[in-house]
């Protein structure tokens, strides 16, 4: 196993992801834990010895069963993640009763690192308010006290949130967690946000690195057929977590695991640095070029639009919520980002007065594009 520096501590470049465990029947609250058990103990054999958990993962089980997993082995032999569950903006201002409950679900006196988790456009006002809610001030209390070792946050919202959270915090925070992969290194402008965080001096945990399978499922034989000519034998999974051992501020990958076949598989990729070369590079990014642009709009943000809307919408934020949307045939980061938005901001405060059109270089129909998330904003309840 390949080992990296976070925060100081000595980890390994492959991090055992707890949000996608094996389960029973294909109940998501119901986690297979002999099957867990076999998995954390191979895992820890090869020195993978990194844990993330979520306070809502598996139906709120993950910490427990986590912590169960992991209670037979020395503490000072692995690494426990936690998060405040931000997520839900109705879980601010319980941030004490929530943290001891978390303490007492892994079964642990101190967390090795604790997280603000998902930090974005829904929950970032919350983030900020310390007068109300007091949540950062209360986990330094905690980290002061020995309770949170390293102290960091993981990040779904876009560059202007992720640059007002590290404005306010960013001194106190040792490490950042972000959504990087080959096809949202742009998309979802994750080769910024990793600029960003260099800047403050906070290495990155890469979570979705294969964006939930689908980095694999949607490549076409033709695809499979450039890289396989490039990479003989080269699974997609391993260009993907190639991909990653080459941006320098990168200490680990998270990999959601949840079978012993997917574990072996990821702890042999990363028992050697392989990066892949700049040809390789370009090939990933045009593969990904053409699966974002199916069913997209071709928005450069160039904000002309802006300056003509009569209700000062943010239109290319929309339409980039709208094309993250499209892509991910209803995924939730779109959905959480227009949840925190107010809602003569929405896309259905939109008049169709077709201004912004008129001075719209890619000759977007916008009117008709904001129409038509509208009626989505509205499925989603």
Same mark, same amino acid.
């Given at each position: 196993?390949?080992?990296?520096?976070?925060?100081?501590?000595?980890?390994?470049?492959?991090?055992?992801?707890?949000?996608?465990?094996?389960?029973?029947?294909?109940?998501?609250?119901?986690?297979?834990?002999?099957?867990?058990?076999?998995?954390?103990?191979?895992?820890?054999?090869?020195?993978?010895?990194?844990?993330?958990?979520?306070?809502?993962?598996?139906?709120?089980?993950?910490?427990?069963?986590?912590?169960?997993?992991?209670?037979?082995?020395?503490?000072?032999?692995?690494?426990?993640?936690?998060?405040?569950?931000?997520?839900?903006?109705?879980?601010?201002?319980?941030?004490?009763?929530?943290?001891?409950?978390?303490?007492?679900?892994?079964?642990?006196?101190?967390?090795?690192?604790?997280?603000?988790?998902?930090?974005?456009?829904?929950?970032?006002?919350?983030?900020?308010?310390?007068?109300?809610?007091?949540?950062?001030?209360?986990?330094?209390?905690?980290?002061?006290?020995?309770?949170?070792?390293?102290?960091?946050?993981?990040?779904?919202?876009?560059?202007?949130?992720?640059?007002?959270?590290?404005?306010?915090?960013?001194?106190?925070?040792?490490?950042?967690?972000?959504?990087?992969?080959?096809?949202?290194?742009?998309?979802?402008?994750?080769?910024?946000?990793?600029?960003?965080?260099?800047?403050?001096?906070?290495?990155?945990?890469?979570?979705?690195?294969?964006?939930?399978?689908?980095?694999?499922?949607?490549?076409?034989?033709?695809?499979?057929?450039?890289?396989?000519?490039?990479?003989?034998?080269?699974?997609?999974?391993?260009?993907?977590?190639?991909?990653?051992?080459?941006?320098?501020?990168?200490?680990?990958?998270?990999?959601?695991?949840?079978?012993?076949?997917?574990?072996?598989?990821?702890?042999?990729?990363?028992?050697?640095?392989?990066?892949?070369?700049?040809?390789?590079?370009?090939?990933?990014?045009?593969?990904?070029?053409?699966?974002?642009?199916?069913?997209?709009?071709? #928005?450069? @943000? /160039?904000?002309? &639009?802006?300056?003509? +809307? $009569?209700?000062?919408?943010? *239109?290319?934020?929309? !339409?980039?919520?709208?094309?993250?949307?499209?892509?991910?045939?209803?995924?939730?980061?779109?959905?959480?980002?227009?949840?925190?938005?107010?809602?003569?901001?929405?896309?259905?405060? #939109?008049? @169709? /007065?077709?201004? &912004?059109?008129?001075? +719209? $270089?890619?000759?977007?129909? *916008?009117?008709?594009? !904001?129409?038509?998330?509208?009626?989505?904003?509205?499925?989603?309840?």
């Amino acid at each position: 196993m390949i080992y990296k520096e976070l925060a100081g501590q000595k980890v390994p470049e492959l991090g055992f992801g707890a949000m996608r465990l094996p389960t029973i029947d294909g109940d998501d609250a119901k986690v297979d834990e002999p099957a867990v058990q076999a998995m954390v103990d191979y895992a820890m054999e090869q020195g993978v010895n990194y844990f993330d958990t979520g306070w809502s993962y598996h139906g709120g089980n993950c910490e427990a069963v986590m912590g169960r997993a992991l209670a037979k082995y020395p503490r000072d032999s692995f690494y426990y993640a936690a998060k405040f569950p931000g997520y839900s903006v109705d879980n601010f201002g319980k941030v004490e009763k929530i943290f001891n409950k978390q303490l007492e679900n892994a079964g642990l006196e101190y967390f090795d690192f604790y997280l603000l988790h998902n930090v974005c456009e829904l929950n970032i006002e919350q983030y900020l308010d310390e007068d109300k809610y007091h949540t950062v001030s209360y986990l330094l209390e905690q980290k002061a006290a020995g309770k949170i070792k390293h102290f960091g946050l993981s990040a779904h919202g876009n560059f202007n949130t992720l640059t007002r959270v590290l404005e306010k915090y960013g001194q106190h925070f040792e490490f950042c967690q972000l959504q990087v992969n080959w096809l949202d290194w742009n998309f979802q402008e994750a080769a910024k946000k990793i600029d960003l965080c260099q800047k403050y001096g906070l290495p990155v945990i890469v979570m979705e690195p294969l964006r939930g399978g689908k980095l694999v499922n949607r490549l076409s034989d033709d695809d499979l057929a450039s890289m396989d000519k490039m990479r003989p034998g080269v699974s997609p999974v391993e260009w993907s977590f190639r991909f990653l051992q080459g941006i320098p501020n990168v200490a680990m990958v998270l990999s959601g695991l949840s079978s012993m076949d997917q574990a072996k598989d990821n702890i042999r990729i990363f028992s050697t640095s392989d990066p892949l070369n700049d040809d390789e590079r370009r090939l990933l990014f045009d593969i990904a070029e053409r699966l974002t642009s199916v069913d997209t709009v071709p #928005c450069t @943000a /160039c904000h002309y &639009c802006t300056t003509h +809307c $009569p209700k000062e919408l943010d *239109i290319p934020w929309l !339409l980039e919520l709208y094309n993250e949307d499209k892509f991910t045939e209803g995924g939730f980061i779109a959905p959480m980002a227009l949840g925190g938005l107010p809602e003569e901001k929405r896309p259905e405060a #939109c008049i @169709a /007065c077709r201004s &912004c059109e008129a001075v +719209c $270089p890619q000759q977007i129909k *916008i009117s008709e594009v !904001l129409a038509d998330m509208a009626e989505h904003v509205k499925a989603w309840g």
